[in-house]
């Protein structure tokens, strides 16, 4: 196999490694700050992946919102909660591993099936190029789109209004 | 101008949250106004629903065939059901405008489901719906309330992932959602690998979203823990249009019947029609028993579409007929049963229907309602869900499927002891000690216990002559 | 004739409403509501006497919905509607010191509009939907009393009958499949030298057999004797047992042929529902209970009129429908005289009852030879009709049943008659009941009798539409 193809395969291979770390970290860690760290970062290997998938588009968003945003939302969430003792993060704990131990052993084995399975291609259908440019894209075709994000940003914040601010 | 059906609820929200107090007053008959013009619109489109009426604008190209008409037309029937229970059970004005809000943009969202053609944009208009019914369902902020949340939530959520990951695939292979394209490729190249998966996670993605058995288990508790006007929307038509119709639409027009989605339709739809009466014949518990019923209906209409690909063309057309007018049907009776739940719990303080009993003595409105809904679930003549269910076993057994009649007629009689057990505990039967103080409730759950109680019944009787021409074209049956 | 359906169906709702106002005003207009049934009926025997089938037809997407009269049909509305009449003029006696009469007025009025639809439908899913309110109404109405236990035996014959007709539903799509066709003149012009295919006969046969509360269905008839007497009466004896019996005539007899083989089983159910029915009646000690299952003994009779073929047997069968629902009728009613005066169902218990009750006593007593077959009541000549017309059939020991049973209910009939009336009295002793009580009940013994002595003019309708039945004139 040509070297630089063997180290490109190295490096996915790591990356998604370290996503799986990172995700299962994030569901693992029994202290939230901790864990909206690990969900960042696991966003951040997840944007470098997609750089190197050839979507920038979807990778700036990627960092920018998820990575970037959701993590300073969560933070300062949490920042107003208190603390839980040390008996129910030990229970809590005890609870998770039970729970969740064989998730990566799973995760592992249909990965690894999964990319032993060869599926012969398929013919793109003609006629139809992926629109790139992310201004037309948004305001040609998917307009309607955009009008239904809308949509659901409002009921968002209703959810907001509705479940979190506090009874005077 | 059916754009206006997604803007209107959009502009309605925002004008009614404008700083002056007096429009917060107005929220209930805006709704109101909103849904008799939808219905109006809806219906005004229904006798020449043969084919798809051509509308010229940007957004919403030929988009009003019959299938979205009967929709948009169930939409605004539960939605004008649904505010009036918000009226009448909103435990105050801050909660009850908060709720009017959510529902208009839930409406907005079902709108927009309906009418759409485009599987992205389909995905975006379905998740409207289900954020704003998260929200209403947690509005209490009660432990049951929060957990139905969490439940619908995070199975949501599965279902959303798979009908995501269904949409990037093909967008892969066919470089586009529309409707169109992907179905060409479809048909082109149906049996390729990728394309089966993508199918095949679509379809799971909306067999949980609609609550089928065995991917039901958030539906009681959601139905169930939800505020009143909460369920009476969410059972009355959110799950109905982000499940049924989607698949409906998907399998008719996109996906296409083929044996091996028919044979997973009626699978998977005759558990439900079964197992969901049994378990409903086991509740104590009102909105849980109405929860399981519409699991049980659902299966119903799932199997009707089950035979949209038979051979006999004759059985297909039934088949798909039933399950678009059962869908409709199943729209009105269920939200009329959840409007009677809200009534019961209101005026006598529980649900718990071992604690209830001779209730239609002293509400004779809600306990005749009742009555109709039940008989109109069961499949009782002359009431509108008799002719449904005729034209599904019809259906079925036309195509060949004989066992699949047989169990679906079977299980209406399952569904009649559900509903007769229900009304011997709460409506039928002597007055029960301590219920001696319950009275009707207050016009905002009658009238539209009688609207829709008078459209099962005016539905039934007229059906004969409407059926060649209205709602359904179904010709020589 | 579309009157005669649509008075009493469209009328009963007006019931309610009017009994808010004035409860004098609602009973009359119950019975006249009846009564306009009866008298459009009647005015049909003319035209319909003269060979004439009238049809309305309204072209639907379901074929063209019709409501069809011949002579079959007339017949069994005159029957349905003069029992019915009698019975709601009964119940402005006995009804009156309950709650819900407005419901019941209703129901009782839906009911028998249902009927006269159900009679005179000419479309299966017509018939099917009648069939169903017919249900419903006598759902409601068995649990009129609304204690938990009436109400459950009220669900359990709504259950049965939900059953039935849903088993029959599928039947008649599969006769839609066969045939084309929801229209009887279509399916019969379509199924001539075709016999229906096995499976749709027995699923439809479920459908009449639990109606009609025949083996092995029959177990929710005497259930929902706790209901209102007048109820039972009408359940029980006048009209709805008799739609499973009419249902069997107008799409067996009349319609669609059977395959051959159906003649044997039909007759040998109605043999051994007959004779099953006539043991418990000797064994019960209820005296509803009782009378239940004799009705369920006696349909065997109808039904084996109806289907040993032949045209004695045929017009006997008819003739039986008319006999058993006057004189069954009267016994129900004169059974709740007992029950509502003495407050006591169990035979054993009474006794010397025509001391005090002689009206009643009589009137049970001739209503009992009817059933019993003594001459010259009506029902000697109808189940003379039917074993003589059965005797010219091949299945002789079907016969034999059928004369064992007759014997049964003499025994099981005058038993119940010598515990209640006769000897010496175990209760206090009550009075006759209310005048109009008394009064229907002595109007159906006198047309017990009068339907023996003028046997002339049923049996000439019975023969004539018999002969229509079979096609022997146009």
Partial sequence: MDPNLKTELLANV????????????????????????????????????????????AAVFELSVCAGLITVVFISAISLVKPATEEERAAHMRFKVRRYFLLPL??????????????????????????????????????????????????????????????? | MPSLLVIIPLLAVLLLNLPLNFLRRLALPAAVLFAVYQALFAMQLLPASCTACPTHERWFVNVLDPLTSVLLLAIAVVAFAS????????????????????????????????????????????????????????AQRDMGGLEGAFKYLVMSALATMMMLASIALLLAYCGSTSFMVVAEALHAHGSHGYLLTAVGLFLGGLLIKSGIMPFHGWLPDAYAAAPAAASTLIAGIVTKTTGVYALIRL?????????????????????????????????????????????????????????????????AELGVAGAIFHLFNHAIFKTLLFVNAAAVEKQAGTRDMNQLGGLAQKMPITGLTS??????????????????????????????????????????????????????????????????????????????????????????????????????????? | MLLVVAVPVLGAILLPLVGRFCTCTRNTLALLMVLASLAGSLMLIGPVMSGQ?????????????????????????????????????????????????????????????????????ANLLVLYIFWEITAIASWRLIGFFRSPAIVLRADKSFLVTFFGATMMLLGFIMVREQAGSWDLPTIKAALVGHPLTNMAVAFILLGILSKSATLPLQTWLPDAGVAPSPVTALLHAAVLVKIGVYAYARLFVVNMPMPEIWHTIVPAIAATSALVAAGAALLETDLKRLIAFSTISQIGFIFLGLSVGGELALAGGLLYILMHGVAKGGLFLCAGIIEQNTHCKDITKLGGLIKTMPVTAIAFLICTFSVIGIPPLGGFFSKYMVIAGAAQ?????????????????????????????????????????????VWSVALLALLSIAGGLLIYYPSLFATEATRQILGLIP
């Fill in chain 1, 14 to 57: 790591i990356l998604m490694a370290a996503m799986l770390l990172g995700g299962l970290a994030t569901v693992m860690l029994r202290q939230l700050v901790k864990a909206a760290i690990a969900l960042a970062f696991t966003s951040v290997v997840l944007c470098i992946l997609m750089f190197k998938l050839a979507a920038p588009w």
């Fill in chain 3, 53 to 121: 089938v009238i049809h309305l037809d309204f072209p639907t997407g379901f074929g063209h919905m019709m409501l069809l009269a011949d002579r079959l049909a007339v017949f069994m509305a005159l029957v349905s509607s003069l029992v019915g009449g009698i019975i709601v003029f009964y119940s402005w006696g006995y009804i009156s010191h309950y709650e819900n009469q407005n419901e019941y007025y209703f129901l009782v009025v839906l009911f028998l509009g249902a009927m006269m639809g159900l009679v005179f439908a």
């Fill in chain 2, 83 to 138: 505010v009036f229970v918000l009226h009448a059970t909103a435990s105050d004005e801050k909660h009850g405008f908060n709720a009017f809000n959510l529902i208009f943009l839930a409406v907005a969202g079902m709108n927009g489901l309906v009418m759409v053609r485009d599987l992205f944009s389909m995905y975006i208009f379905l998740e409207i719906a289900s954020v704003a019914s998260f929200i209403l369902i947690a």
């Fill in chain 3, 393 to 437: 059939g091949p299945h002789l020991w079907i016969v034999l049943t059928f004369v064992g049973t007759a014997f049964l209910t003499i025994i099981y009939l005058m038993r119940v008659f010598v515990l209640v009336f006769m000897g010496e009295p175990k209760t206090k002793l009550e009075p006759e009941g209310s005048p109009v009580m």
């Fill in chain 1, 106 to 168: 799973v995760l592992l084995t249909v990965g690894c099936g999964l990319s032993y399975m060869t599926v012969r291609p398929l013919p793109v259908v003609a006629g139809a190029e992926l629109i790139t440019d992310m201004r037309i894209l948004l305001w040609g075709p998917r307009a309607l789109d955009l009008l239904g994000q809308i949509l659901v940003l409002l009921a968002g914040v209703w959810g907001v209004v509705v479940l979190f601010k506090e009874e005077k």
């Fill in chain 2, 371 to 477: 009555l109709l809904a039940m008989f109109a679930t069961a499949g009782v003549p002359p009431l509108a869900g008799f002719w449904s269910k005729l034209l599904i076993i019809a259906a079925l057994w036309l195509a060949g499927y004989h066992g699949y009649a047989l169990l679906g007629i079977g299980a209406s009689l399952l569904t009649l002891a559900y509903f007769l057990s229900l009304q011997r505990r709460v409506f039928f039967g002597l007055l029960r000690a301590g219920c001696e103080n319950v009275r009707e409730a207050g016009w905002a759950l009658t009238v539209p216990s009688l609207v829709l109680a008078a459209i099962l019944l005016g539905v039934g009787v007229a059906l004969p002559w409407l059926i060649g021409s209205f709602l359904l074209p179904v010709k020589g049956f």
């Fill in chain 2, 251 to 315: 399998v008719l027009h996109v996906f296409g019947p083929s044996v091996a989605v028919q044979q997973l339709l009626l699978i998977f739809g005759a558990i439900s029609v079964v197992a969901g009466a049994l378990a409903a014949l086991g509740q104590s518990d009102m909105k849980r028993m109405l929860a399981y019923s519409s699991i049980s209906q659902v299966g119903y209409i799932v199997m009707g579409l089950g035979v949209a690909g038979a051979a006999n063309k004759f059985a």
